[in-house]
């Protein structure tokens, strides 16, 4: 089982990023996917959900009209598209999947992790 997050980067603030997260080793159309980040100091926090299907979509607060998150079942993938970003939205992104998906903004929820992606948002 594996959850690989790529995508991070340096980007000036406004700037927009795009992170992937490749999924291989479980069925990946039966779980939900997170992204959530942890900024340096803080705990980790959630940002965005999907369902297994798509249907539905949920974000944190800060990151409502910014960030959208999206999945492709065909390709085991699922994308994290941030714009308008803000030195506030500088940390490690992970993605995670969740075979319940009930609390999706627990991250004690999720089965499976990936190792991150380093977002830096600075001019």
């Known amino acids: 089982v594996q959850l690989q997050a790529s995508g991070g980067g340096l980007v000036q603030p406004g700037g927009s990023l795009r992170l992937s997260c490749a999924a291989s080793g479980f069925v990946f159309s039966g779980y939900g996917v997170g992204w959530f980040r942890q900024a340096p100091g803080k705990e980790r926090e959630f940002v965005a959900a999907?369902?297994?299907?798509?249907?539905?979509?949920y974000y944190t607060d800060s990151v409502k009209g910014r960030f959208t998150i999206s999945r492709d079942n065909a390709k085991n993938m699922a994308y994290l598209q941030m714009n308008s970003l803000k030195p506030e939205d500088t940390a490690i992104y992970y993605c995670?999947?969740?075979?319940?998906?009930?609390?999706?903004?627990?991250?004690?929820?999720?089965?499976?992790w990936g190792q991150g992606t380093q977002v830096t948002v600075s001019s």
């Open positions: 999907i369902t297994w299907r798509s249907e539905a979509t």
């Open positions: 995670a999947a969740d075979r319940v998906f009930g609390d999706y903004d627990l991250e004690e929820e999720y089965d499976y």
